[in-house]
Antibody, heavy 121, light 107 residues
Framework: EVQLLESGGGLVQPGGSLRLSCAAS????????MSWVRQAPGKGLEWVSG????????YYADSVKGRFTISRDNSKNTLDLQMNSLGVEDTAVYYC??????????????WGQGTTVTVSS | AIRLTQSPSSFPASTGDRLNITCRAS??????LAWYQQKPGEAPKLLIY???TLQSGVPPRFSGSGSGTDFTLTISCLQSDDFATYYC?????????FGQGTKLEIK
């Protein structure tokens, strides 16, 4: 069964850092682009960051550029999101999502259950 | 960034209804458009990709059409399980963007 399992969410103070992880199983992880998508409480979906199969190319939303870093370890089948300088506007459920192709120009057919990040003092 | 505008934002409907949700892109995106369904407390689910291709396992009452800037998701005969929020999403260019969502409510 194809599965994505996020971890690392929690409560953090403004200005703090957090590292999210996504463990993938049931598919050839190194063959697929991956993304992080978030959803603030009561709001819509927002794409945050993406990375192609090899990890050689990364992409970010303007709202997180310079603060967040996406990475992957194809030997461990894991996807990470390092989040620095967090603000209250980063409070959201963060989803890990599997692209249907290697490059990233494709939709996401498998999603994790999400991990909640709360930024508050 | 490419802006996607969905309409309506919410819609009261009844089982058996036929429903169209539209999504308009601020610039041409060819057919690089997907539709997702999301229920409260759950992750989104891919319904349609490449504007009109039905994802495996999705009931055929769902269909998509359009290209360029104007797209439509059609649900031909609403079932109780279809009451959810629907999002369009473009993967034509980064940053990828979503529409604001259309919430289907029980009339």
């Amino acid at each position: 069964e194809v599965q994505l399992l996020e971890s690392g969410g929690g409560l953090v103070q403004p200005g703090g850092s957090l590292r999210l992880s996504c463990a993938a199983s049931g598919f050839t992880f190194s063959s697929n682009a991956m993304s992080w998508v978030r959803q603030a409480p009561g709001k819509g979906l927002e794409w945050v960051s993406g990375i192609r199969d090899s990890g050689g190319s990364t992409y970010y939303a303007d709202s997180v550029k310079g603060r967040f870093t996406i990475s992957r370890d194809n030997s461990k089948n894991t996807l990470d999101l390092q989040m620095n300088s967090l603000g209250v506007e980063d409070t959201a459920v963060y989803y890990c999502a599997k692209g249907t192709c290697s490059s990233g120009s494709c939709p996401w057919d498998v999603w994790g259950q999400g991990t909640t990040v709360t930024v508050s003092s | 960034a490419i802006r996607l505008t969905q309409s309506p934002s919410s819609f009261p409907a009844s089982t058996g209804d036929r429903l169209n949700i539209t999504c308009r892109a601020s610039q041409g995106i060819s057919s690089y458009l997907a539709w997702y369904q999301q229920k409260p407390g759950e992750a989104p689910k891919l319904l349609i990709y490449a504007a009109s291709t039905l994802q495996s396992g999705v009931p055929p009452r769902f269909s998509g059409s359009g290209s360029g800037t104007d797209f439509t998701l059609t649900i031909s005969c609403l079932q109780s399980d279809d009451f959810a929020t629907y999002y369009c999403q473009q993967y034509y260019s980064y940053p990828y963007t979503f529409g604001q969502g259309t919430k289907l409510e029980i009339k």
